[in-house]
T-cell receptor, first 109, second 116 residues
Framework: GQNIDQPTEMTATEGAIVQINCTYQ??????LFWYQQHAGEAPTFLSY????GLEEKGRFSSFLSRSKGYSYLLLKELQMKDSASYLC??????????FGRGTSLIVHP | GAGVSQSPSNKVTEKGKDVELRCDPI?????LYWYRQSLGQGLEFLIY????????KSGLPSDRFSAERTGGSVSTLTIQRTQQEDSAVYLC??????????????FGPGTRLTVL
């Protein structure tokens, strides 16, 4: 089976940097996704990591350590519109993504 | 091009009634997924279709749930004899391939089901 842990909620200040952690346990691993979901909307793709290391994409970066079963999503220069839920998901042998419960990020002025 | 569409956007039904939820995936996407999301919860996998292969039904919570995908495109999720615990947002997603390491999913807007 697979298990994913993320903090339930985080708060941060506009303009700051925030790191959202995700730890997982799985018997097989192919890759790790991060999705963003605004309230009442569908999730949208942010990043995909298959190899260890940091993937940078604009203000967002995602890091993976397969040996530690650990990933984080780094958001820089936070904006109010970044207030959303951030979902970590992993794919194992079946390639069907398993999602965590998501981290609700609240950005305040 | 058009994204994933779902209908209806909202459905209110009475306990015991049957409901059908529809998903139109992105044209050409061979993989289609159904998920359920309850308030404050993550996405719960329900069923997965890949091309003409037999669907992976391992996530369906009971035999009241079924889904089909006609012609490798449109999919319908049917819930029979609905119960209040079925109330949730039902999300459909498609991807260009269900196999291989990289299969970014594109999600539809969801159907919010409320069972009274």
């Amino acid at each position: 089976g697979q298990n994913i842990d993320q903090p339930t909620e985080m708060t941060a200040t506009e303009g700051a940097i925030v790191q959202i952690n995700c730890t997982y346990q799985t018997s097989g691993f192919n890759g790790l996704f991060w999705y963003q979901q605004h309230a009442g909307e569908a999730p949208t793709f942010l990043s995909y990591n298959v190899l260890d290391g940091l993937e940078e994409k604009g203000r967002f970066s995602s890091f993976l350590s397969r040996s530690k079963g650990y990933s984080y999503l780094l958001l820089k220069e936070l904006q109010m519109k970044d207030s959303a839920s951030y979902l970590c998901a992993i794919t194992g042998g079946s390639y069907i993504p398993t999602f965590g419960r998501g981290t609700s990020l609240i950005v305040h002025p | 091009g058009a994204g994933v569409s779902q209908s209806p956007s909202n459905k209110v039904t009475e306990k015991g009634k049957d409901v059908e939820l529809r998903c139109d995936p992105i044209s050409g996407h061979t993989a289609l997924y159904w998920y359920r999301q309850s308030l404050g919860q993550g996405l719960e996998f329900l069923i997965y279709f890949q091309g003409n292969s037999a669907p992976d039904k391992s996530g369906l919570p009971s035999d009241r749930f079924s889904a089909e995908r006609t012609g490798g495109s449109v999919s319908t999720l049917t819930i029979q004899r609905t119960q209040q615990e079925d109330s949730a947002v039902y999300l459909c997603a498609s991807s260009s391939t269900g196999t291989g390491a990289y299969n970014e999913q594109f999600f539809g807007p969801g159907t919010r089901l409320t069972v009274l």
